[in-house]
C-alpha cells in the first residue's frame, strides 16, 4: 500500500513537471554528440519516401512513417516523413498516434511484472489460480488412424497446468487463428501434427470471429477460450498466440482493477506516455494515422472507448512515448528517477526464458531465426540467422501492422519505426530490416586503431593499384556494431530458407523456390550429408554455413538422402546471385589514385552509390578517406599474394570484406 501511496505522488508530480520530461524525447539534440552522424541519418527520408512512392495506398500502405533513434540515454533523431493519411494531405507528425498491434504485448508483459514485483503475482502458479475457467482446458491431438475412436481425434489433459511464465514466453499452447503462424520448425511433413494444427486454429479462428470483438471483455474473452482446446502441451512448445490477452485478464484478476486503468496508473503516467491507451480522444484525433486497410478500420475502431482491452494488439501510442517505455527498460525499469520495475524483474524479461528442447512453431524464434525468448521479447543469439538487429542480446518486437523496436544493451541503442501497412504488399514495400541498416550504418566511430606507414601520402603504382580493383563484399554488415551473415563476406546464393542441423547432416525443410538448391533436386525433407566429399555430421551451423558459402556460379557437390529412401544421392548445385541487401564495396582506379563507391543496396560509412569518393595512399597497402571517420582502409592479400580482401578501420572496429570479383581490365 505504500508503494501505491508513493505512486500517487508520483503521478501528482508527473502532471506538474510532465512537459519537462516529454522534451527529452519530442526534440533531438546534436547527433554527433550521440554518436551519430547527421549526414547518414540524413539517408532515411528519402529511404522511406522511396518505398511509399512504390505502392499506391490501395495496397495496404499508408505513405508515412515517425522514426525515433536514442543513444545513451539522448534523443539522436526524431523524423516524421510522408503523411498521415492515405490522400496525402495531412503531414506526418512527430507525435502521429499508430495503432501499434503487437508492441502492445511487451507493455503487458512489463504490467505483469510490476505486480510480480508487488507481491501480488506468481511467476509460477497455474494460470487457473487467477483463471479458474482454464483449469480444464485440454490438449487436442490426432492420430490419423482410420480404425481409432472418433476418426483419432482426441483429447488429452495437460500434463502440468499452464502457468503465469507460459503466458509471458508464449509457451502455454494458446495459439492464433491465422495458420501463416502456425508452421512448425520441422515443417508440416507430419500429416498427423499438419490434421492437428489446421483443427486447433480454425476452432481459434471461430472465437476470433465471435468473440474478439471490441465491445465484448477479457472476461468475455478468457470465458470462450477455456472452451477451446491447447495446441500443445505447457511448456513443450514456443509458438506464438494470444497469450497477452489472457495476460491481460490475468493483471486485472490479480489487481483488482480493469486492464486499461492499471496500465495508466502504473505504466502511463509514472513513463509519461502522454499518448498512449486503448482508443484516441476526440481531441487527439487530428493526430490518429489512418487505418491501413478499411477491414482493419471496422474491427478496430480506435476513435471509441473499448471494452476489450486487448493485450495482444489493442494499443495506439507515439513513437515519442514507446522510446520513453524502452528507455526505462534499457535503464533497468527506470526513467527520470521514477522507478516503474525492479532490475530482477527486468532481467528475466531480457535474457532466454526457454527451457532447453523446447519445440518451436513459426519462423519467429527458434535457432533458425538467431533468435530466443525471454519474458515479453525476442532476444538475438546469433549473428548468423538472427534478423533481430543489434549486439548478441538485443531485444525487440514488431507488430503486424509495420510498427517495431529494439534495445541493443551493448551501444545503449534505442530505435523505434512507426509505420500503417498491411500484411502483404504494404509491409513488404518498408521491410523490417531498413531501418537496422540505416541506424546502425550512421553510428560513427572512434579514431581508428593506427596502422603502420607515414602520414604523409604515398605514390603507388599502376600495376598495385590495379590490383586492387574490384568488387568487395561485407555480407549483410554496414557497422561493426551490427554484425550479419557469415564472417567471410557475401557468397552465392545456395537457395534453402528453412533447414535445421541434425546429427546426421542438414535437414532441408524448404527449399527457396526456384533457387539453386530447389533447380538441381534438392527437395522438402531431403537430409544433406556431404558438402564436397566432407561429411556434416558433428558441425555446426555456422560451420555448415561457411561450406554452403563460395562465389557465384561456382558449384558444390551435394550427397543427399531423399526423404522417404534410404541410399543416397548425388547432385550439384550451382551458386546462385548474392542476396539483394547485401553491403559491397567497388573499389576502381582512377589516373594515379583509387576511387571506392558502394555497390549493394545500402550504403557504408561514408561511401555511396552513385558517388565516387577518393581514397589517398599513406603506404602501399593502406589509404585513408577524408570524412568523420578518418576511415581507413587496408588491403589484404593471401598466401600466394593475391589480393583477397580489404579491412575498414583495423581494430576494434574493423569491418572485414572478401573481394569477390576482379576490377575491368
Known sequence: MKRIAALGIIA?????????????FTAAGDPKIAGFSAARLARIPPWYQARFDSLPPSEGLVPGAVVAIAKDGKLAYLQAIGFQDKAKTIPMKTDSIFMIASMSKPVISVAAMILV???????????????????????????MDPAAPHGGWRLDPQKRPMTVRDLLRHTSGIVYPELDFAYPEGGLSDPNLDAEIRFIHTLYGWMDATVYKRDNTLADFVSALARLPLAHQPGEAWEYGLNADVLGRVIEVASGQALDQFLQRRVFTPLHMVDTGFFV??????????????????????????????????LVSTAPDYLRFCQMLLNGGELDGVRVLTPQAVKPMTTNALPPGIRFFGNE???????????GFAI????????????????????????????????????????????????????????????????????????????????????????????????????????????????????????????????????????????????????????????????????????LSGPQNTTIKVKLVHKGQESASDL?????????????????VAPGKLLAEATGVWPILEFEKGKATPLVAISSGTFTV????????????????????????PGSWEQNAVKIAPGPK
Open 117 to 143: 514485483d508487488d507481491g501480488k503475482l506468481d511467476l509460477d502458479a497455474p494460470v487457473a489460480r487467477y483463471l479458474p475457467e482454464v483449469r480444464e482446458m485440454q490438449i487436442v491431438s490426432h492420430t
Open 572 to 588: 550439384t548445385v550451382v551458386r546462385g546471385a548474392r542476396l539483394p541487401d547485401s553491403v559491397e564495396l567497388q573499389i576502381r
Open 365 to 375: 524464434i527458434g535457432p533458425l531465426a538467431g533468435r530466443t525468448f525471454g519474458l
Open 380 to 547: 538475438r543469439t546469433d549473428p548468423v540467422s538472427s534478423y533481430t538487429p543489434g549486439a548478441i542480446g538485443s531485444f525487440a518486437w514488431g507488430g503486424n501492422w509495420g510498427t517495431q523496436f529494439w534495445i541493443d544493451p551493448a551501444e545503449k541503442l534505442i530505435a523505434v519505426q512507426m509505420i500503417q501497412a498491411a500484411p502483404g504488399k504494404g509491409r513488404a514495400a518498408v521491410p523490417y530490416i531498413g531501418i537496422r541498416y540505416l541506424a546502425y550504418g550512421a553510428l560513427t566511430i572512434p579514431e581508428p586503431s593506427p596502422v603502420a606507414g607515414p602520414a604523409a601520402p604515398t605514390i603507388v603504382g599502376p600495376k598495385t593499384l590495379a590490383e586492387y580493383a574490384g568488387s568487395y563484399a561485407f555480407g549483410g554488415t554496414v557497422s561493426s556494431r551490427d554484425r550479419q551473415g557469415l564472417p567471410n563476406g557475401t557468397s552465392g546464393r545456395f537457395g534453402i530458407e528453412t533447414f535445421a542441423m541434425e546429427p546426421g547432416g542438414l535437414r532441408i525443410y524448404k527449399p527457396a523456390g526456384g533457387g539453386p538448391a530447389a533447380t538441381a533436386g534438392v527437395k522438402a525433407g531431403d537430409l544433406i550429408t556431404e558438402l564436397d566429399g566432407a561429411p556434416l555430421k558433428g558441425l555446426s551451423l555456422a560451420a555448415m554455413l561457411a561450406k
Open 12 to 24: 501528482a508530480t508527473l502532471c506538474l513537471v510532465g512537459a519537462a520530461f516529454a522534451d527529452e
Open 626 to 649: 577524408d570524412d568523420e571517420d578518418h576511415t581507413r582502409i587496408v588491403f589484404v592479400r593471401d598466401a600466394a599474394g593475391k589480393v583477397s580482401g580489404l579491412i575498414l578501420n
Open 281 to 314: 480522444p476526440q481531441e487527439k484525433l487530428g493526430r490518429l494515422v489512418d487505418a491501413p486497410t478499411p477491414e482493419r478500420q471496422a474491427i478496430w475502431d480506435m476513435t471509441k472507448p473499448a471494452r476489450l482491452f486487448s493485450g495482444s494488439g489493442g
